[in-house]
């Protein structure tokens, strides 16, 4: 493709700060960037004559490229099937096929919370140099883990991953070392610092809380490291990055959030340091959704895998497995047999209903119910958190490309529709305000001066956000360069 081109003849181009379609308006691309926008009719010839490539986008609706703020497309082989029984595709080949789902799916720009040290970077090169192809894309390396961290039995994960990759994935250690830890990956090149708190399942400490515990009662139980956290805020301060923080325990995630209002206080300098990953289980106290709106501490709901655990998504995941069977042939015969019948175990603990019993079900793949029985408080949260005005980073949590369920990120949009945001609310969630909380200079409209990082829908995303299903995304444009044509993914 030409180092200039002209998307013409389109059926709108979408104004993010009116927040609607202009017709009759064409966008110049040069050099990867947006040169300008051009209203009224147009001759191709005459961009034609001047070196233009000129690309017909009759009855396509243009939006920004999408930005996903959480996202792992580095770390597939911990949680793929065919990495765990066989490790027979190249670990390379696995990163593709996840970068290719991002794109497929409208990603121009994603952040990878958390995959294995020292390859985080590398890929981001490996894209930067054209080696691989896939969105824009920053990591936080190696997922960070202290007291009351990552638990063996956390019955939400879908493998028992520290078995197979500690101390490449997941760093476990004491509260000093953590903090060294830490600013390794600062100086590796992390742009968040991404730590796991999760002392208790999902549902053990998912009730209510009476509202009655301090800090100082935390610091004496086995909960979250409070010292951890504040060590980190501060080194993510002096060096210009952020925390992000993943929890699902109610109790956990109140926790962190009350000691990082301590140590925040009103210093503006450290507003939005503060991510927290995923809407938990259980419901969050007004107090520490005041508290997370006052002193800017951002959310990044992630409700995607709740839906992951359903019925519908679970069945889903079967189909794709037989489906590959017969297709590319991705997974080792015997890889499909165990992950199928896992899947299929998970499917009647489901149907069978009831609660899940400590113990009872070894790996959390099996039994989806801790996280399905927190979907509705999860989504409460963030109804609540809209209404209190706490700043939204919109993620799904892909993963992988083996997990079922195939489009994350327009369930997480129509997620955010049921949390009572508009379409175009969504919208503005998933490309401008992710790009002005994340900094991403260039990204989140289609405006002169921007990257051509644009989308090409068949129907009018603004009005119904379904059009963001990546079979209705016709066209994906990444820095000027196109990936997604007629709907088919362009490969190298
Ligand atoms: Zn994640």
Request: proline share 4%; glycine share 10%.
């Amino acid at each position: 493709m030409a180092n200039k081109s002209v998307l013409y003849n389109a059926a709108g181009v979408y104004n993010s700060y009116k927040r609607e379609m202009l017709s009759n308006c064409h966008v110049v691309i040069q050099d990867g960037m947006i040169e300008e926008l051009v209203r009224g009719e147009i001759n191709p010839e005459d961009y034609q004559k001047q070196g233009y490539e000129t690309v017909d986008m009759e009855g396509q609706y243009l939006f920004p490229g999408l930005i996903d703020a959480h996202a792992h497309p580095f770390l597939p082989q911990i949680f793929s099937p065919g990495f765990l029984f066989s490790g027979f595709r190249q670990w390379d080949d696995q990163v593709q096929l996840n970068l290719d789902g991002l794109v497929e799916q409208g990603v121009v720009y994603a952040q990878d919370m958390g995959s294995v040290d020292g390859r985080g970077i590398r890929y981001k090169r490996m894209i930067d140099r054209g080696e691989l192809l896939g969105p824009e894309v920053d990591t936080a390396l190696a997922t960070i883990s202290v007291k009351g961290g990552f638990p063996e039995t956390a019955p939400t994960f879908p493998w028992p991953i520290t078995k197979v990759t500690e101390g490449n994935y997941i760093f476990r250690g004491d509260t000093e070392h953590a903090l060294d830890f830490a600013r390794r990956m600062a100086d590796q090149g992390a742009n968040v610092l991404k730590v796991y708190f999760q002392s208790h399942s999902v549902t053990d400490y998912a009730g209510p809380r009476d509202g009655s515990h301090t800090i100082e009662d935390y610091r004496r139980i086995e909960t979250p490291d409070v010292d951890c956290i504040t060590g980190l805020i501060d080194i993510a301060a002096e060096r210009r990055i952020r925390v992000g923080v993943h929890s699902l325990c109610t109790e956990d995630y109140e926790t962190i959030v009350r000691a990082a209002n301590e140590r925040i206080a009103g210093d503006q300098d450290l507003y939005e340091i503060l991510r927290m990953e995923h809407s938990p289980a259980g419901r969050l106290s007004d107090d520490v959704i005041g508290m997370m709106a006052k002193n800017q501490i951002l959310f990044s709901p992630t409700l995607a895998i709740y839906m992951q655990s359903t019925q519908e998504y679970t069945q889903k995941s079967i189909d794709r497995l037989a489906a590959m069977e017969q297709g590319n042939g991705s997974l080792m015969p015997e890889a499909r047999k165990q992950l199928t019948a896992r899947l299929e175990a998970g499917l009647r603990l489901i149907e069978k209903g009831g609660k899940y019993k400590w113990g009872e079900v070894k790996a959390g793949f099996i039994d989806r119910r801790p996280l399905l029985a927190g979907y509705t408080q999860a989504t409460e949260n963030v109804k609540r958190c809209r209404q209190a005005g706490v700043k939204i980073l919109f993620g799904d949590d892909m993963y992988g490309t083996e997990q079922g369920w195939d489009n994350p990120i327009i369930v997480e949009m129509m997620e955010m529709r049921k949390a009572g945001y508009s379409p175009t609310d969504v919208i503005h969630m998933a490309t401008r305000s992710n790009a002005k909380i994340l900094g991403l200079s260039g990204l989140g409209s289609i405006e002169g001066g921007n990257k051509a990082s644009i989308l090409g829908l068949s129907s009018d995303g603004s009005q119904d956000i379904k059009a963001f299903r990546s079979d209705n995304i016709d066209t994906v444009m990444i820095k000027g360069k196109l990936r997604k044509i007629n709907g088919r993914l362009l490969k190298k």
